[in-house]
C-alpha cells in the first residue's frame, strides 16, 4: 500500500531536520499507547497499542534511519508484529524550504501480513491514512509551538 503526503510548518528546515531525526521527538507524535528504547543513533525497538476494525492488540517492533541526507531527506524502515499479523514500512522525508516555512513531503510503502492483511482494503487504507494524518498534523503542532 503506497501512501503519502505533505504539509508546510512554519520553522525552518534545520529545526524541522532534528525533530524528524529525534526519536523521542517523533515518539511525542504518536497518539496510540506506546513505548519506545533508543538502541543506538539509527536504531529503536518497541511497541505500540493500535488495530484496525475489529483486530486490536498490542504491536511489537522496531525501526531504523537507514538513510541520511542533512538536511533535505531520511530513509526509515520498519518491522512490526503482533496479534497474528506483521508489518513492514519503507519510507523517506523529504524537506525544503522558502521563506521561513519549511515543507515536508513523506511516502511509505506499507506491507502488512496476516490477520490485519483480511481486512477490507478501503477500511485499512481509511485506518492508516488517519493515523499518518493525525501523527504529522501532531509532528507540525510541535514544531510550531517549540
Not at 10 to 32: G, H, K, N, T
Not at 68 to 92: C, L, N, Q, Y
Not at 122 to 146: C, Q
Amino acid at each position: 500500500m503506497e501512501l503519502e503526503g505533505s504539509f508546510t510548518v512554519r520553522a525552518p528546515r534545520d529545526r524541522v531536520w532534528s525533530f524528524f531525526m529525534d526519536p523521542y521527538a517523533l515518539s511525542s507524535c504518536i497518539s496510540d499507547p506506546h513505548a519506545f528504547e533508543v538502541v543506538d543513533e539509527n536504531h529503536f525497538k518497541g511497541w505500540v497499542k493500535a488495530g484496525v476494525a475489529f483486530i486490536k492488540g498490542t504491536f511489537n517492533g522496531s525501526a531504523a534511519i537507514v538513510e541520511r541526507k542533512p538536511p533535505d531527506h531520511a530513509r526509515i524502515t520498519a518491522h512490526g508484529a503482533g496479534m497474528g499479523s506483521a508489518f513492514d514500512v519503507e519510507s523517506t522525508v523529504d524537506l525544503s524550504e522558502a521563506g521561513g516555512d519549511t515543507t515536508v513531503r513523506w511516502k511509505a510503502n506499507v506491507v502488512l501480513n496476516g490477520t490485519i492483511a483480511t481486512v477490507g482494503a478501503r477500511l485499512l487504507k481509511g485506518t492508516i491514512d488517519k493515523k499518518s494524518n493525525e501523527f504529522f498534523e501532531n509532528a507540525r503542532k510541535k514544531l510550531e509551538t517549540a
